[in-house]
């Protein structure tokens, strides 16, 4: 379970939530987003205007929760829009360039929490966009499972049932499973061998 931190002064830091699809990163995302706007403190969300599936502008995780968010079509224009703001949260991380690894950088600086949701992983199993960067570079990290739909263990891996090969697919159940470890090769092998 993970705890909020606590830091005397002010001070900017790095919290990466992680995992594979349907694993709950977004709902997290939204959780300590809602609870740091309880505690009074200016929040901002921001997510790529790639990622359009449920809505333009709010994020929406897959069990419904919901946050108001704003859709940037660059990393920096994150920094222009975050001035006043205490704490920012950044979904769907590796939708966006290498440049918000400078970003949040530049936001910690200026003495901001920085709460990152994405996949670590891509339907390969290779780390996914900047995200080993900000993992690399974050105070807390949290991995998350889903549950494996072919045998019930946790799962970590996104395993893509369309056969289509651009690294970017945005999609749901129609497209993506959550797989353990296991069968997540096994079927990546027996796909590859038909």
């Known amino acids: 379970m993970f705890i909020e931190p606590h830091h005397t002064g002010k001070k900017g830091w790095i919290e990466v939530v992680c995992g594979c699809m349907f694993s709950g990163k977004t709902e997290e995302l939204i959780r300590r987003m809602k609870r740091a706007h309880i505690a009074n403190q200016r929040i901002e969300i921001f997510k790529s205007q790639v990622d359009s599936r449920y809505d333009k502008d709010d994020i929406i995780s897959h069990d419904a929760s919901r946050i108001q968010a704003t859709a940037v079509s660059n990393s920096y224009n994150i920094l222009l829009m975050a001035a006043d703001i205490d704490v920012v949260g950044i979904d769907e991380a590796q939708f966006f360039d290498n440049d918000i690894i400078e970003v949040i950088e530049e936001l910690t600086r200026q003495h901001k929490r920085v709460i990152v949701a994405g996949l ?32 019930g263990d946790i799962a970590s891996y996104s395993y893509r049932k369309a056969k289509i090969d651009d690294k970017i697919l945005l999609g749901e159940k129609d497209v993506y499973e959550p797989r353990c470890r296991s069968c997540f090769y096994k079927l990546n092998a027996a796909a590859a061998r038909q």
């Open 120 to 151: 670590d992983m891509d339907f390969t199993g290779n780390p996914f966009g900047p995200m080993p960067a900000l993992l690399a570079r974050a105070e807390y990290i949290t991995k998350l499972h889903a549950i494996c739909v072919c045998c």
